[in-house]
């Protein structure tokens, strides 16, 4: 399954146990049950309002202006 994901962190120097903790991950996902449409949106508005503060701070002048 992760051959067709982007790299991933390498968590452990040993390549067969970080490949077991991946896919163990893998697992957990896939036994997840899904999100509902109210903790979907919990998610976007915590993620988007990250963004927006660093968007932001990224445009705003030193004096705060």
């Not at 490949?19 to 899904?34: L, Q, S």
């Amino acid at each position: 399954m992760s051959e067709n994901r982007p790299d991933r962190p390498i968590r452990f120097e040993d390549s067969a146990r970080n490949a077991a903790y991946w896919a163990r991950i893998e697992r957990n996902v896939a036994d997840a049950p899904p999100l509902t449409d109210e903790q979907k949106a919990i998610i976007r508005i915590a993620f988007s309002s990250v963004v927006g503060r660093s968007r932001g701070a990224a445009t705003q002048a030193p004096d705060g202006q």
